[in-house]
Nanobody, 124 residues
């Protein structure tokens, strides 16, 4: 089993920044593809960013390109999401997801492991 715990969410004004962390424990996290998703109440979970196990391949949703950066530190078994130039429409619960496959598409149901989520609220 792999356990994922997100942290770093909070309330920030538009234009501000936050850094989310996803700490993993359990199996060989260093070999997992990892991603961030977000979800607004009543809507489907939306892909935000993904990163492969070695950190050299990343992908982003169009809505966050140029503003968000995903990175990982396998020694610390942690994945980060640096969020800059935040907008009110970025408000959501942010989830960390992981899967043992080398690459996973931006679809929530393809990921085997999930954290509990962390709330991000951006005020206008």
């Amino acid at each position: 089993q792999l356990q994922l715990v997100e942290s770093g969410g909070g309330l920030v004004q538009a234009g501000g920044s936050l850094r989310l962390s996803c700490a993993a424990s359990g199996r060989s996290f260093g070999t997992y593809f990892t991603a961030w998703f977000r979800q607004v109440s009543g809507k489907e979970r939306e892909f935000v960013a993904g990163i492969n196990w070695i950190g050299e391949r990343t992908s982003y949703a169009d809505s966050v390109k140029g503003r968000f950066t995903i990175a990982r530190d396998n020694a610390k078994t942690t994945v980060y999401l640096q969020m800059n130039s935040l907008k009110p429409e970025d408000t959501a619960v942010y989830f960390c997801a992981a899967d043992p496959s080398p690459y996973v598409g931006p679809v929530a149901h393809e990921f085997d492991y999930w954290g509990q989520g962390t709330q991000v609220t951006v005020s206008s």
